[in-house]
């Protein structure tokens, strides 16, 4: 027999930790993501540091600033991704063809271009240090 049991650093109680998953949304009738194990907490003093290390939690407005530098650093990515599209659009006033291909350029790059902002929000959430 195995013996799973570690001892909590906060109330110092030997334990099985439990898992903490993610939550999902209800939408019509049936739960969409959800399900996947993101923390551990003691069951008996409700902790999750019950390991002894220390983990940065971002608070509300944290998440919201970064939310907000990273809507503006999306807006900004748009804008200069599409000046090349409008220099070819100019250039090649005269060609109908070289439009079509423009506005799939420009679509591609809008949606890279909101990637970028995500992928700019997931990095400051997860990788910027705050002064204690």
Partial sequence: MRDDKVQCQCCGKWMVP???????????????????????????????????????????????????ISVFLGYVYVFVSLIPVHIINDYFDHQPSIKEYTTWLAAALIFGSIYLGYRTYKW?????????
Avoid: M, Y
């Fill in 18 to 68: 439990r898992p903490i998953f993610s939550r999902g949304i209800w939408s019509n009738g049936w739960w969409v993501g959800g399900g996947r194990v993101i923390g551990s907490i003691c069951p008996f003093c409700l902790d999750e540091d019950w390991d002894g290390v220390e983990r940065v939690h971002r608070g509300v407005l944290f998440k919201t600033l970064a939310l907000a």
């Fill in 124 to 132: 400051l959430v997860n990788t910027t240090k705050l002064p204690l």
